[in-house]
Structure formats: structure tokens, C-alpha cells
């Protein structure tokens, strides 16, 4: 997690106008807090959101500065701990995105050398690294920069300047780093966003590299300090409507935008992604073993499709992926899925370059172009849902869901693709006030079951993942089965369950008649005309998931009106979750 963005160019440039506007763009990945550094030494910071900063922020010009904003993993949310860090004289200055594993062993070997830390952050050891370096061993920083590459462990994209001196040092290692090459100046910056409105032009660092850029030119360089010879790619970036429009949060905006944002993609699969679709379709085909891999709700999206492809004959799984090491074994035959809305969770990168390293193929869905994940794949289907703003995932799980369905219909699955839009504006249409009744009975509860079943398992974790993080009710989304054997003994009189019950499914009607019995206030989200609280439209067990799936959203949603919490930006998240 965390954003970073360092500029240097030819002309001066506004702090706020250029590098805080970028580093805005970048909020997604962590907003815990905020800071910049420019090249005559000045450091600026504060805790939380980059608008208030950037208000209270006085604004001054320079050729050269870098900023970061802040998903904390070492050390507490403070001033003192917000990014850019510095040696004792303030004359190295650097920021940082990963972990550096071996944090402890070198701040202690530092400390043994006379430096003293400030911060309970791992990026510390960088200034006092360097400081040490250059200034006690007297190295040349191209050297310094080699022994960190020797020395560190873990992860990092790293900007460092040094006061004074119209140079920006970006090294990269497992954390994303890209530079954006504009007329009059280089951005270094975590993904191409930051700078898609400044150039079209970018090179992506790759692990173990760095680059060293004045304001005339740029240099890459491997971790030995080999020069190393660069592909510029031309990126398109269609500029997107970020505006919430007349909605009060970018959530609901996002769930609404869902029957447009849907029939995109669907249409895609005949047009633009078809060779996309035939490529993964082929690959399928050609694997012994496919293994979906994703995290949160990617990893639902992924079980509904493992489901859909199994029931095809194929033989298919899907793991949550920091926990797949535990439990997968690759080879030359397996293809890995990743799905990934921001192509870049380093938990499933990290799995993918296990799998990679002994032969398999990777393929992924995802919705960022460009991202690491899908510069990594052999095909990538990008999943077309526009920029997802909210932290929460919604319009893009749906597409997501959708991709699993073409796949399966690809193997012989019986569904007709062209009603499905159609049907999630009827979903939103004919339940949203139903919802915020539902809503006022539920915001005040504790706890809240989902249960479901096969196909509408996933979607039950779904539900309660968004009752979580949007509104910080505690949820759990259950196998309807596994009730009985442990979880049933929490239910009270008025403890809330939802069900979820495709076409009478048998036994979701029986667990859901088990809680009831034991006092649960009962909501059914059915797909059958008065069969439940909440109907959806007639579908199949696996359409029947998407419907579901908005249904939960919209409630999580408008719960989180009535708590009046911080919607689009839940507390302790990031939309991007780079570090493990
Ligand atoms: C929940 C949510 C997260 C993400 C997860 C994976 O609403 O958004 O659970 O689904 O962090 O992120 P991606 O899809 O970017 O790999």
C-alpha cells in the first residue's frame, strides 16, 4: 500500500498544483497520512486525508520534490511517523512503499554507528543508511545504492533526494514503481494514474532495478549497477468521470452504475476481449489444473467461478492467496487465474511468482490496465468496469462474477448473457427503498449472520465482508451446513440472519427454519415471486449470486448512511493492498 509520487523537471512547478494533485490520485492506496519533501530540504506532514493537507498547505514552487501518502504497517498513525523520512541533518530525504524485513538488524547495526531513530517506522533505516554510506564510508551513491540492494530485505519502492542536488533516486523491488515521461519533466510514481493526465509515456520498473533522473535524463541501472536499456510503452488511459455526480458517496454511485458498467463488459466478450477470451478459453482447455488465486472479494468472485468451472468437468479450485502456499502445489501444467481488481495485491503477486517460477501459466482478470498483475500474465480479461473509487468493491466484483459466467457459458454452461444488465437495474430499482427499511432495523445490531449455500456461499462471505469494513458490524458469512455444528449456538431471540435462497433451494429453507427456531429475526433474499423479503429477478443459482451480491452491497450501503461513517474510505483500509 501507500503512494508515492516524485517529480523533477526542467521548469518549476506548484507543489499543490502538480505534485499533491498527483499524489491525490494515489489516495486509494492509503490515506493515513500525508507529507512531501522539495529539494531545499523542507518536510511537510500530517495525519490523514491528502484535501485538508493540501488546504492548509501554503503552496511554493521547486523543480524537485517527492510525496507519499501513508497505509501504516510499522509504527502508529502520527506526524512523527508519516513519510518523507531524514537523516539527523535533513540533507537525505526518502520515502517509501513495502517492508523492509530486516528492519531491526540494520537499525540496531545504525544505532552501534551513532544514529539515532525517531520513528517506529522500517523506513527510517533509509536516510541513516545512506547517511552512513555516504558521509562515514564514503561511498559514492551508486555504490550505496548497490549495498542496499545487498543488504535489505523485503519489499520497497523507494523515492530518495538528497538536499540540494537536482537528483531523484526510485528503486524498486517487489513494490510497484513506474516513471512517467513527460515534456519537461519525469514523475516517478506508483502507478501510471498519478501522471495519466501529464504524459502517455511510461516505464515500469522491474524488481531489483533503480533509476537515477536529473532534469535532462534518466538512467536505469540493475542492482549490480549495470546501465540497463528501458522499453518506453504508450499507455491509454481513458480520462474517467471521478465526480461523484449529484451522489452523496462514490459507493452508491458505483453500485448504480452497474447496469451500464455490466453490459460494457458482456459486450466486450464478442467484440474488443474476444481474442482475450479465446486465449484464456484455450488455455483452460490446455492445463491439467486450474487455480483461481485472489484476496477479499476477489477470492468470492474466484470461488463462484471454481464452482462454475467444476460443475463444467474441469478440474478447478480457488484459494485465497496468502494462505495458498499452505495448501497448492504448481507445476508445468497448472494455469493460474489471479483475479485482481487492482492488479497489483501483493499477496496474489507474490503467489504467482511462486507458480511461475516452476513452470505454470498465469493468466488474470482484472479491472487496472497496465498493473503489475496483468504485465505478468500470458492473457490478461480486463474486466472494463471504470475507475472504482470507494475502497469497497462493488460494480467491479459484479463484473467480475461476469467474467466467471462467460468463461463457464464457454464450457457449455446455459445462460443467457444479453438479460443480465437488464436485471441489475430491475434489482436496484425494485428493492432500493425496501433496503433502507432493512437498513434502519439492522444498524443498530451487533452481529449479523449471512448464510448461503454452493453458489451463494461465496456471496453470503461477500455480504458480510461489506457489512464489515463499510459499516464495522460484525458479520459472518457461512456455509448454511456448517451452522449446526458449532456457529448456531450464537443465535438469540432477534439475532439477524439473512438467507440466501436460490429457486427454494431445500436446504437453505431448512437452516434458515433452524434459526428461526431459535428466535433469529429471518431475512430471505429470494429470486422466486413471494418467496422471500427481498426478490430478486428469476435467474439461475449462479446469476441469481450478482443480484444477491447488489442487494448486499446496497445494504451495507445505506446502513453506513444511517451511521453516518466514512463510507468511501473505510477506516484502516487501502483499495490496494501492496504489501503482504
Ligand atoms: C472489499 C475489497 C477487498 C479487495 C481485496 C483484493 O470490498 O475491496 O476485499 O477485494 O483487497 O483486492 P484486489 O481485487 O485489488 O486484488
Redesign the pocket.
Known amino acids: 500500500m501507500c503512494g508515492i509520487v516524485g517529480i523533477i523537471s526542467k521548469h518549476n512547478f506548484s507543489i499543490k498544483n502538480s505534485l499533491l494533485k498527483s499524489l491525490k490520485k494515489l489516495e486509494y492506496r492509503g490515506y493515513d497520512s500525508v507529507g512531501f519533501a522539495t529539494k531545499d530540504g523542507t518536510i511537510k506532514k500530517d495525519i490523514g486525508f491528502i484535501d485538508p493537507f493540501i488546504e492548509k498547505t501554503k503552496d511554493t514552487e521547486t523543480n524537485l520534490a517527492i510525496s507519499h501518502t501513508r497505509w501504516s504497517t510499522h509504527g502508529g498513525i502520527t506526524i512523527t511517523n508519516a513519510h518523507p523520512h531524514a537523516n539527523k541533518e535533513k540533507t537525505i530525504i526518502a520515502l517509501h512503499n513495502g517492508i523492509i524485513e530486516n528492519y531491526l538488524e540494520i537499525k540496531q547495526d545504525l544505532e552501534s554507528a551513532g544514529y539515532l531513530f525517531t520513528t517506529q517506522t522500517d523506513t527510517e533505516i533509509i536516510p541513516h543508511f545512506f547517511d552512513y554510506e555516504l558521509n562515514k564510508k564514503k561511498q559514492t551513491m551508486q555504490k550505496a545504492i548497490q549495498e542496499f540492494f545487498k543488504q535489505v530485505h523485503g519489499t520497497f519502492a523507494i523515492l530518495l533526494i538528497l538536499k540540494n542536488q537536482n537528483i531523484l533516486y526510485a528503486l524498486k523491488r517487489d513494490s510497484p514503481l513506474v516513471l512517467g515521461i513527460a515534456q519537461d519533466k519525469f514523475i516517478f510514481a506508483s502507478d501510471i494514474y498519478a501522471f495519466s493526465d501529464v504524459t502517455n509515456k511510461a516505464i515500469f520498473f522491474e524488481d531489483n532495478e533503480y533509476a537515477i533522473a536529473t532534469q535532462e535524463k534518466f538512467t536505469f541501472y540493475d542492482k549490480e549497477g549495470n546501465e540497463i536499456k528501458k522499453n518506453v510503452q504508450e499507455f491509454s488511459w481513458s480520462k474517467e468521470e471521478e465526480s461523484k455526480q449529484h451522489y452523496p458517496h462514490h459507493m452508491i454511485k458505483e453500485i448504480k452504475e452497474q447496469p451500464e458498467t455490466s453490459n460494457r463488459l458482456i459486450q466486450s466478450f464478442a467484440t474488443i476481449q474476444k481474442n482475450r477470451i479465446d486465449k484464456l478459453v484455450q488455455l483452460i482447455r490446455e492445463s491439467k489444473s486450474i487455480v483461481f488465486l485472489?484476496?477479499?472479494?476477489?477470492?468470492?468472485a474466484s470461488l463462484i467461478g471454481a464452482i462454475l468451472l467444476s460443475h463444467q468437468g474441469i478440474n478447478c479450485r480457488s484459494n485465497i492467496a496468502s494462505e495458498a502456499e499452505s495448501f497448492v502445489s504448481y507445476d508445468k501444467e497448472t494455469l493460474c487465474i489471479a483475479?485482481?481488481?487492482?492488479?497489483?495485491?501483493m499477496d496474489?503477486i507474490s503467489e504467482l511468482k511462486r507458480a511461475k517460477a516452476v513452470g505454470a501459466t498465469i493468466a488474470s482478470i482484472v479491472?487496472?490496465p497496465y498493473s503489475t498483475?496483468q504485465r505478468f500474465s500470458e492473457t490478461s480479461i480486463e474486466i472494463l468496469a471504470g475507475q472504482e473509487v470507494c475502497?469497497?468493491?462493488?460494480k467491479?466484483?459484479t463484473n467480475?462474477v461476469i467474467v466467471m459466467l462467460e468463461l463457464a457459458r464457454r464450457f457449455g454452461y446455459k445462460i443467457n448473457m444479453q438479460t443480465i444488465s437488464e436485471k441489475i437495474k430491475q434489482t436496484i430499482t425494485d428493492n432500493e427503498e425496501k433496503i433502507k427499511q432493512l437498513a434502519e432495523e439492522l444498524c443498530r445490531k451487533k452481529d449479523i449472520f449471512v448464510l448461503g449455500k454452493g453458489m451463494s456461499y461465496p456471496m453470503a462471505r461477500e455480504i458480510a465482508?461489506?457489512l464489515k469494513?463499510i459499516d464495522y458490524i460484525h458479520a459472518e458469512g457461512m456455509m448454511a451446513g456448517e451452522l449446526k455444528h458449532g456457529t448456531i449456538a450464537l443465535i438469540e431471540e432477534g439475532t439477524p440472519v439473512i438467507s440466501l435462497v436460490p429457486n427454494d433451494n431445500k436446504d437453505m429453507l431448512s437452516a434458515t427454519q433452524e434459526v428461526k427456531a431459535r428466535g433469529a429475526k429471518t431475512i430471505i433474499i429470494s429470486n422466486l415471486k413471494d418467496k422471500g423479503d427481498i426478490i430478486v429477478p428469476q435467474s439461475d443459482t449462479a446469476e441469481f449470486a450478482i443480484y444477491a451480491g447488489i442487494i448486499g452491497h446496497l445494504l451495507s450501503y445505506y446502513i453506513g448512511v444511517l451511521l453516518n461513517v466514512s463510507i468511501d474510505k473505510p477506516r484502516n483500509?487501502a483499495?490496494?493492498?501492496t504489501v503482504k
Open positions: 485472489g484476496c477479499g472479494t476477489s477470492y468470492h483475479i485482481s481488481q487492482s492488479g497489483e495485491t496474489v479491472n487496472v498483475i475502497v469497497a468493491a462493488t467491479t466484483f467480475q465482508l461489506k469494513e483500509l483499495k490496494s493492498c
